[in-house]
């Protein structure tokens, strides 16, 4: 709060980055908001102070000073502050402000959804890893729970409930962790329980140029051992050959195929963090650049790059699949450290082929498991505490667009529409929830998120109406388990409501989505009406008292008819309070 | 079965079981190898009718089938083949976007002449004095779609004639101008011997016409030729008052737009020909403004490109610069773009105006019938849009004949370019903008575009409307719209609202232009959409209609009941269907 130096400036303009329009309000700074209030209308425009990602004062015009705001959910403000005075304290309050040092400062401990101590817990308890695996049939004949990692002695960055082959002693375990980046031996992340193979995730070998691990290559063995389906098991290296061979010279590397007995090995070329980084600065500049022509725009979004690696992501994805599922192979997925790309190519290959995954419930878990509990590092990776610019990349981001990609060729097959992706996109940099707050288990638990945060989880659930994709049917993914995607780029599109989400002017004039939601809930309405209406003609004709009863279901009924249906709303029926809609019919 | 089309490609029965529409010169090659692209090379046999070229391969499950309309080959050719001799090798480059390749062994003397031979008389019938297949077709439908479009009545649901505009049969021996239409609809107070004087200004008599006016503001749509200036900066008397005229016609403006569809550059180099632009010190009141679309022959060039890039394989790492180096994305967004600045000028701006190209039957057509769709619901309707396609396209003499070279060998004729699949493709890209505001669906596009090249139909074959009551088109030929018209429910889009008095202003901007994959790629098997959604909207469609009608009798029921226990009745009896949607 003592950074706060103008907590209300009046006469600021907003200026829209696309066409000509220019919005005049009042701007509000609070301890966790930068507020927009438009003078003429109604409406308002909040910033959450972590959701700032960078900010610019541009030199100084003849109707004030401006300020450019970029957020990590891709909304770019432009207001112009008339004082110049005013700007700079707005400016460097905010600098302050969305510099948090320690984690305590972050929104999420100071939220309250106005929720009990017993309902926020249960809303940590909806989401459980342990009944996961059970889900997959795991523990089983071949694989079992190892407790080796309780205390986060062998890998610090690991969850501490751990899968790994049943015949994987604890010396085999902590030999392979010890010729491991970051101790991440491999272990279990998905089960295949149709052929028995495994997915499993792990970091890259210290291998050097010849170094060698008895433990790690039984750790290997051992997971071939445990699918009789496949003679061999397919390790694949997320990363283009030639990272993996610079990486040789710093004593890591990747799995000599001579010494491993029973492994394919295979590099998938997806690119490093940097190369991440620099290409989403790269796509947001082309786009974010004001009348642009057909050829710069086409130019501009190849040359960024960005949906190259998106395809590359779903390219290594659909190779795991491939393999599972038709082959019967298990496949060890790793690349330097095991929390990047290795996370991206788990998650999506397991979505592709498990239909729980693409439920609602099941797309939590997934990233529950392989994002949150095997420590991708989001705090460093979203920017979360003032930290190294260079740890920043859009990781997670890319996981959930090859998602959207995914979801536009195979429409029926998700139970959430695209709301869904963008909301948790929201939340991953919101920092409002304890979710995705730090690194790993390990240090979620010191900072004990369970007792001081809420879970975005129980958030989305509470309001799954508003993430249902209208297309979805379970009966088409009864039928196909298994999605097979075309990875030919035109498949690839510029994800526009996710990076213009904020620009009303780039959005379509008519939306299918929209128009489907309402489609379905004029026929959830006339269902009720059907129902009500059965109700009545079934209670009838025996005894006249119950008649008045009986008319005024059928008013209730017809003022579902004509309520113009608009988007979600909740439901009130007719059917089971007669007084209450009866009163409801007079009056109306 | 179908393997190398794609799922929504060719109308389902038409022309597969009556075989009394074939010659019965029919040819059948044991042994003959097609090379797909996509698959590789496929053993079958080959039969080639006066219409269609069929191959089957039988070793696939399930059977292997191409069947290709004769009429969209562009060309076909020998292709010496180095690994054997003996093999007789062919290519035939399509106009839907494919090319395909053929081999078979030498023949001998039992089948006297070659496959190549065959497709060379059958698929270029002009060229061997043979008629069109569309004269032999003689399918008969339930509907009939040459009654679909009458110039009068289209007319008169404009309200035309009225005080300012009146309907002229000068033209009805095609003198004044051969392109045209025999009915025209022209300003009231110019009578025909003016329009003579008019006409000997504009460039192959293309003088200005009614195409649209709008119903409460009488701002309207004209379009025209270009006036012939030439270098000496030439005027004339009577076309500046007939553009006076077009403008007095509307109250509610005093000033005229002129659109030329050109760049300027071009424009101006016209006048070396004798054509040219209206000065603005000739025409007072008069706005000229360019619209920058380029020629024929560089939308040749452009779509050719495409297929480059496109057909068989895509490039994966450079696909999006590949694509911008063939600028269709570009010409398609400066059409849609120009179109959307008539359509404002006459909505918003209650102005009149006038469009031209060069001769005006080829970009000045693309913009009259954009502006015109954008303008008025009823062109968006399935019979709306075919009444839309005969006014502006045929009977104002787009020449088809010659843009698709119909039957004709010569394939490298400067007069072929795709104006009217542009076209299409526009209006394509306004259906993705405005999902629920057009009643035809993707498959209804394509199906226009697959049978424009098909010689199936007899609608798209001439160049002007004189030229089809000559070869008297109508009575020897069948129309696409009997055959479309006659299972309208194939070509409903399912979402579709009856917007009848919303003008719709799409958004122009990149970010909402792109390809129509499910058109140029459609050959290629991986491009197949994973799901038919359009069922799921028919399912949900169906079931709200299901729905709707339980309520209706439980209601009317309940009345009954209701009437016979209570004397309370409900407050009305009719009641209003909820709309599918409440936003625009």
Same mark, same amino acid.
């Given at each position: 709060m003592e950074h706060i130096r103008t907590p209300k400036v009046e006469q600021v303009r907003l200026l829209d980055r696309f066409s000509n329009k220019i919005t005049n309000g009042t701007l509000y700074l609070t301890a966790t908001h930068l507020i927009f209030v438009e003078s003429s209308a109604n409406n308002s425009t909040s910033i959450l102070h972590h959701h700032i990602a960078s900010m610019e004062k541009l030199s100084l015009t003849t109707s004030g000073c401006p300020l450019v705001i970029q957020c990590r959910n891709f909304r770019v403000v432009h207001f112009v502050v008339q004082r110049e005075r005013d700007c700079h304290d707005i400016y460097s309050s905010l600098l302050h402000l969305l510099r948090p040092v320690s984690y305590e400062e972050l929104y999420a401990f100071s939220y309250n959804p106005k929720q009990n101590d017993q309902q926020r817990e249960e809303g940590w308890q909806l989401i459980d890893l342990g009944a996961e695996f059970e889900r997959m049939g795991v523990p089983c004949d071949q694989w079992q729970l190892t407790d080796v990692n309780r205390d986060y002695k062998v890998c610090e960055t690991y969850p501490r409930d751990l899968y790994v082959p049943i015949t994987a002693s604890k010396p085999i375990i902590v030999g392979s962790s010890k010729f491991r980046s970051k101790g991440r031996f491999p272990v279990l992340t998905y089960f295949y329980q149709e052929k028995k193979a495994a997915v499993c995730r792990c970091s890259q070998p210290l291998s050097g140029f010849s170094a060698r691990c008895l433990e790690d290559e039984s750790m290997l063995q051992a997971i071939s051992k445990a699918n009789h389906n496949s003679r061999f098991v397919y390790v694949m290296d997320t990363r283009p050959k030639l990272n993996a061979l610079a990486n040789r010279a710093a004593g890591k590397g990747y799995e000599n195929e001579d010494n491993y007995s029973n492994i394919r090995f295979q590099f998938v070329g997806i690119e490093n963090i940097h190369v991440m980084r620099t290409s989403l600065q790269k796509l947001l500049e082309v786009i974010g650049t004001? !009348?642009? !022509?057909m050829s710069d725009y086409l130019v501009g979004l190849e040359s960024s790059g960005w949906l190259r690696h998106i395809k590359a992501i779903v390219d290594a994805a659909v190779f795991l699949v491939k393999a599972v599922t038709i082959e019967g192979a298990s496949v060890l997925v790793h690349c330097s450290d095991g929390w990047d790309r290795t996370a991206q190519v788990c998650s999506l290959g397991v979505l592709l082929m498990d239909p729980y995954y693409r439920t609602i419930k099941g797309f939590m878990v997934l990233i529950e498991k392989d994002w949150i509990s095997f420590g991708h590092k989001f705090a460093e990776r979203c920017d979360q505490l003032d930290g190294d610019p260079k740890e920043v990349s859009p990781i997670f981001t890319q996981f959930l667009e090859c998602v959207w990609q995914l979801t536009e060729q195979f429409p029926q097959a998700f139970e959430f529409s695209e709301w869904f992706l963008l909301q948790i996109h929201e939340h991953v940099h919101s920092c409002q929830y304890g979710n995705f707050l730090g690194n790993n288990e390990r240090q979620r638990e010191e900072l004990q998120l369970r007792e001081r945060t809420h879970s975005l989880w129980a958030f989305l659930m509470s309001e799954k109406q508003n993430y249902l994709n209208p297309f979805y049917s379970p009966a088409y993914s009864e039928m196909h388990p298994v999605l097979e995607p075309s990875t030919l780029p035109y498949h690839f599109k510029f994800w526009r409501n996710m990076y213009h989400q904020f620009d009303r002017s780039m959005h379509p004039r008519q939306s299918i989505l929209k128009t489907i939601l309402t489609l379905r809930e004029n026929s959830r309405k006339a269902e009720n009406t059907v129902q009500a209406l059965e109700s009545v003609t079934r209670c009838d004709p025996q005894c006249d008292t119950r008649a008045p009863c009986a008319s005024s279901h059928q008013r209730t009924a017809l003022q579902l008819q004509h309520h113009p249906v608009t988007s979600g709303l909740p439901h009130t029926g007719g059917t089971h309070q007669p007084q209450r809609s009866a009163a409801a019919g007079r009056g109306g | 079965s179908r393997s190398d089309r794609s799922a929504q490609a060719k109308p389902p029965s038409v022309m597969s079981s009556d075989s009394a529409e074939f010659s019965p010169e029919l040819r059948v090659t044991q042994d003959v190898t097609y090379f797909c692209p996509f698959i590789g090379a496929l053993r079958g046999t080959v039969m080639v009718t006066n219409y269609r070229l069929f191959f089957k391969c039988m070793d696939r499950e399930p059977t292997f089938v191409l069947d290709l309309p004769l009429g969209v080959v562009s060309r076909v050719e020998k292709i010496g083949t180095a690994s054997s001799r003996l093999d007789v090798s062919y290519g035939i480059v399509c106009k839907d976007m494919r090319n395909l390749r053929f081999a078979h062994k030498q023949m001998e003397d039992t089948l006297r002449k070659s496959i190549f031979e065959v497709l060379m008389k059958f698929a270029f019938p002009v060229s061997n004095g043979l008629q069109i297949f569309a004269f032999e077709y003689g399918q008969v439908f339930p509907e009939n779609g040459w009654k679909v479009y009458d110039t009068v009545s289209e007319y008169k649901r404009q309200g035309i004639p009225n005080e300012s505009w009146r309907i002229t049969k000068v033209n009805d021996h095609y003198e004044l101008c051969d392109t045209y239409p025999s009915t025209l609809a022209v300003p009231v107070n110019i009578p025909d011997e003016e329009l003579k004087k008019v006409a000997a200004f504009r460039v192959k008599g293309r003088i200005p016409v009614l195409s649209w006016i709008h119903p409460e503001t009488q701002a309207t749509v004209t379009r025209c030729s270009q006036p012939m200036v030439g270098v000496n900066g030439k005027r004339s008397k009577e076309d500046e008052k007939y553009l006076q005229a077009i403008m007095d016609a509307n109250a509610q403006s005093h000033k005229l737009f002129i659109f030329d569809a050109r760049p300027s550059v071009n424009a101006a180099a016209n006048k070396m020909k004798g054509g040219g632009y209206e000065s603005e010190d000739a025409y007072q009141n008069a706005e000229l403004v360019f619209l920058d679309i380029h020629n024929i022959h560089v939308m040749r060039e452009s779509l050719r490109k495409l297929k480059d890039v496109i057909?068989? $394989?895509?490039?994966?790492?450079h696909w999006l610069s590949n694509l911008e180096s063939t600028h269709w994305l570009e010409h398609i967004k400066l059409i849609l773009a120009g179109a959307l600045r008539i359509a404002d000028k006459v909505e918003s701006g209650k102005t009149s105006v006038v469009v031209h190209c060069s001769d005006g039957w080829d970009r000045t057509t693309q913009l009259t019938s954009l502006a015109m769709l954008m303008l008025d619901g009823y062109y968006r309707t399935i019979r709306g849009f075919e009444v839309l396609l005969e006014k502006e396209w045929l009977s104002f003499g787009h020449r088809f004949q010659l843009r698709i070279g119909h039957g004709d060998k010569n394939h490298t004729d400067a007069d072929r370019s795709p104006v009217f699949i542009q076209f299409i493709d526009c209006v394509w890209q306004l259906t993705r903008q405005f999902p629920a505001a057009f009643e035809f669906n993707e498959y209804f596009l394509v199906t226009i575009l697959d049978h424009l090249y098909s010689c +199936?139909?007899?609608?798209? +074959?001439? $160049?002007s409307e004189q030229q089809r009551l000559k070869e008297e088109i109508p009575k020897r030929t069948v129309s696409l719209w009997s055959y479309i018209n006659s299972q309208m429910e194939e070509f409903t889009n399912p979402l579709y609202v009856n917007y009848s008095n919303h003008v719709l202003f799409p958004v122009v901007s990149l970010r909402h232009l792109e390809l129509w994959v499910g058109y140029y790629i459609r050959w290629n098997p991986r491009m197949r959409p994973q799901e038919p959604v359009h069922q799921r909207y028919k399912e949900l469609l169906a079931k709200r209609a299901e729905l709707q009608k339980r309520v209706d009798e439980l209601q009317r029921e309940v009345t009954n009941r209701s009437a016979s226990t209570s004397c309370e009745r409900p407050g009305s009896p009719t009641r209003s269907i909820t709309p599918v949607q409440t936003f625009v």
């Open positions: 004001r !009348s642009l !022509s | 057909y068989p $394989n895509i490039e994966d790492s +199936l139909f007899g609608t798209f +074959l001439c $160049n």
